[in-house]
């Protein structure tokens, strides 16, 4: 089983479109939760942390339940901007802060 | 400006030859990661670094060997012995490598065997 699993992609969604992202972590002792955002080509860049109360952050909304091991990432009126590949990270406890990633779960916003 | 550094952006292995990929960074940053992601994956560790003079194997070292002389450097060599190179290396960097912080990285360097 992968450390950290996410929904298979691609996702192709009309703009204005609400759309939802799963994730899976194997790991109980996990402390720390991300969305990163990939472009093609193009490094990863933080989308936002996640914590157990939820965060939101205009359109992007992530949530954690540390119960069930699973995060989540809803992005409300999806744009054409939003088209990337979006990686659910995990940081495992007193590992030096290394990530752990997803495969990633690739979204196409159509006009 | 702060950031973080990668160079070069494409390179290229000749068989049984080792190459080294640069990654600087000026944010002041304790500690420093690679990377390699191969197509359809996610990122996966191959050294990490929390301190000067120090480092540890990711879950990937085998064939790759690092340095970490100095703060703003952690270069990357990949060795004759990594059987399979061709991917996408991202180097990044974060605080203090507590884990809770944000990592931040380079735009990568893209490794292709001739």
């Known amino acids: 089983r992968k450390e950290v699993e996410q929904d298979p992609g691609p996702f192709n969604v009309p703009e204005g479109a609400t759309v939802a992202f799963n994730c899976t972590y194997s790991?109980?002792?996990?402390?720390?939760f991300f969305w990163y955002r990939q472009d093609c080509r193009k490094e990863p860049k933080l989308l936002m942390s996640v914590y157990s109360s939820g965060n939101e952050d205009g359109r992007f909304t992530a949530q954690l339940n540390r119960a069930s091991q699973y995060i989540s990432l809803l992005i409300r009126d999806s744009k054409l901007s939003d088209s990337a590949t979006y990686l659910c990270v995990v940081t495992p406890y007193n590992q030096g802060g290394k990530l752990i990633f997803g495969q990633g779960t690739e979204l196409s916003v159509k006009p | 400006d702060g950031g973080i550094t990668q160079s070069p952006k494409y390179l290229f292995r000749k068989e049984g030859q080792n190459v080294t990929l640069s990654c600087e960074q000026n944010?002041?940053?304790?500690?420093m990661y690679w990377y390699r992601q191969d197509p359809g994956q996610g990122l996966r560790l191959i050294y990490y670094s929390q301190i000067v003079n120090d480092f540890q194997k990711g879950d990937i070292a085998e064939g790759y060997s690092v340095s970490r002389e100095k703060k703003e450097s952690f270069p990357l060599t990949v060795t004759s012995a990594q059987k399979n190179p061709t991917a996408f290396y991202l180097c990044a960097s974060s605080t203090s490598g507590q884990g809770k912080e944000t990592q931040y990285f380079g735009p990568g360097t893209r490794l292709l065997v001739l």
């Open positions: 790991n109980s002792a996990s402390q720390s």
């Open positions: 944010l002041n940053h304790d500690a």
